[in-house]
């Protein structure tokens, strides 16, 4: 007879360390991480944080998920899937936005890549990139002004795309449709990429489609200047 305990499974000392997101609880903890993204992100673009409120019943959640699951996790298993996958650009939002929705995630509990506080001394990063991507099922864009001239940034895009799983795009201090129609910064940054031609044919257009696509989801504006 099933037990009328929703916990009770991950209570049982055989139970799976890391309940797959296909299972009810994995749904659950999916759900929780997805709400608690769109509350943060909701409070800081409309600088309204009473939304911030909701933060106190996901991240009792949130933690007992955490607690429980990991209680019987081997060592060898602790780092190998992620919840969010940030990508951004580094000059323009490492010290601010980025490391704000990096912070207030994982206090929340949820499990966030945002490249190099997560990679260890002698990690391969294209690889630990393209795993934390894969693993990932909900992706943030952070785009920004110079988020074109990284290379690596168009390419997590790409991927990210390819992964088909959720993502939530925002606009830094950028107008969408620059974004759109490759205009602006975006414009000259490609310009410099095409100028280059060290990439395989459509690389930079694979690229060009990927900002396209990215633009025409919903997402959040956030402008810092004013």
Known sequence: ???????????????SATPSTHSPLGKWKRTLCYVGCLILLLSLSS????????????LWFQFTFNLISWRNLPPSSKKTRYDVFINHRGPDTKQTLAASIYRALKLMGVSVFLDEPELDLGD??????????????????????TYAESTWCLEELSLMLKSGHTIIPL????????????????ATAFSKHEAKKRYRPGKVEDWKSALHKVSHLKGHIFNSRG
């Open 171 to 186: 606009f830094y201090n950028v107008d969408v449709k620059d974004i759109r129609w490759i205009k602006g910064s975006y």
């Open 124 to 145: 391969s990063i294209p690889s630990e990139i393209q795993h934390a991507i894969a693993t990932s099922f909900l992706h943030i864009a952070i785009l920004s002004p």
């Open 1 to 15: 007879m099933a037990s009328a305990n929703p916990f009770a499974v991950l209570m049982s000392p055989s139970a």
């Open 47 to 58: 600088q309204s944080y009473h939304f911030l409120l909701f933060f106190v019943p996901l």
